[in-house]
Each structure stands twice: as structure tokens, then as C-alpha cells.
């Protein structure tokens, strides 16, 4: 077999039933770029990135005996590295929140936790700010989204909207608060360190 030029699911039905090693890497070379660009992307930690991209390529590897072949592999990676980043952001929000805590309980924590209280009251007002300077429909399915927790397509057939529609609106919400949100970010520095 030509590795190179073999198809994804070439490459892929002899990684998982011949466990061909060759092929294998042969993935590993197309895929570990793509999906470190993607955690990057998200992430803004190139350490991080990589180890996330690698471990989902060492997961194909692990599973291949279980795994059943997608359609579109690129696709099938791309998702798993996007739901590998939220996790990542999720554990890393609750070791925030742990940090903040165990912050608050001391001396010095208490005289802070008053500026953390502000803080957080202008960032909420800052939000709610932003949030308001979105489009009607783009603010409702965001907020269905990031505060409701609804999943894309469960926005799209309570909207009556395509999916990609959704998802163009989260990007476009998102792409408005990031611009905004920047003073925010720069207060929690000064706060913190």
C-alpha cells in the first residue's frame, strides 16, 4: 500500500483491522497539524494544544478495535478535538473557581474578594452590555446556547434555523464579545497578579 496517496479510510480500515502501524502514523501525519491548530486555536496554549491533538490521535490508536469507521474522519477528529478543548476550558474553569475559594478563606483573600465582587459585578454588567448589542435572534440563540446549555441543533429546531445558520451566530457573537471583553480580562489581571 502506498501510504501517501491511500485515502483516510484506507488508512484507517488497515490501522484498525490489520493494526498497521505504518498507517497509523501515516493519520498521525495528516491529522496532528490540523487538530493542534484547531486546539490552538481555542486554547492559546501551544503546550496544551499539542498534548490535547496527540492525545486524541493516541485514542484512535487505543480504540481502533472498537472503533467504528466515520464517513468523513476529518470531520469525525475535528469534532473530538473541539469537545476535547471544552472539556480542557470546563476543568480549567473549576480549578479557577477552587482557586478563588480557597483564595477567599484567607486574611488576605477577604480584602480582595471585595474587588473580586465589583469586578465581577462590571464584568456581568459588561456582559449583559454586550450581550444587548447583539441582533434579537443572534442574542436569543446565544443565550440558549452559553446560558441555557442547549446543544446546535436543538437551538436550530427550536429557531427554526439551520444549524450552520447557529453556528455562524455563535461565531459572530463570539468574534463581539471577545472585542469586548478585553478591558475585562486586563481588570482581572491587575486584580490577580
Known amino acids: 500500500m502506498n501510504y501517501t496517496n491511500a485515502s483516510d479510510r484506507e488508512l484507517l480500515e488497515s ?3 490489520h493494526d498497521d502501524l505504518k498507517a497509523y502514523n501515516e493519520l498521525v501525519a495528516r491529522y496532528s ?3 493542534y491548530m484547531t ?3 481555542y486554547l492559546n496554549d501551544s ?4 498534548e490535547i491533538a496527540l492525545d486524541i490521535l493516541f485514542w484512535l490508536w487505543k480504540k481502533r478495535r472498537e472503533f467504528s469507521i466515520p464517513d468523513n474522519l476529518g470531520a469525525y477528529l475535528h469534532r473530538a478535538a473541539r469537545n476535547a478543548v471544552i ?3 470546563r476543568r480549567q474553569r473549576r480549578s479557577i473557581v477552587e482557586t478563588v475559594a480557597d483564595f477567599s478563606e484567607t486574611a488576605v483573600g477577604e480584602e480582595r474578594m471585595a474587588d473580586y ?5 462590571e464584568g456581568e454588567e459588561q456582559y449583559r452590555k454586550l450581550l444587548s448589542g447583539l441582533s434579537p435572534q443572534r442574542k436569543e440563540v446565544f443565550v440558549m446556547s452559553r446560558e441555557q446549555g442547549f446543544s446546535y441543533k436543538e437551538i436550530a429546531q427550536k429557531t427554526n434555523l439551520s444549524i450552520n445558520t447557529v453556528e455562524n451566530y455563535i461565531a459572530a457573537a ?3 464579545f471577545r472585542k469586548g471583553m478585553v478591558s475585562i480580562v486586563v481588570v482581572a489581571l491587575i486584580l490577580f497578579y
Open 33 to 35: 497539524p490540523k487538530l
Open 117 to 121: 465582587a465589583i469586578s465581577c459585578r
Open 87 to 89: 472539556s480542557q476550558l
Open 15 to 17: 490501522c484498525c483491522l
Open 39 to 41: 486546539c490552538q486555536l
Open 174 to 176: 463570539l468574534k463581539h
Open 47 to 50: 503546550f496544551l494544544a499539542e
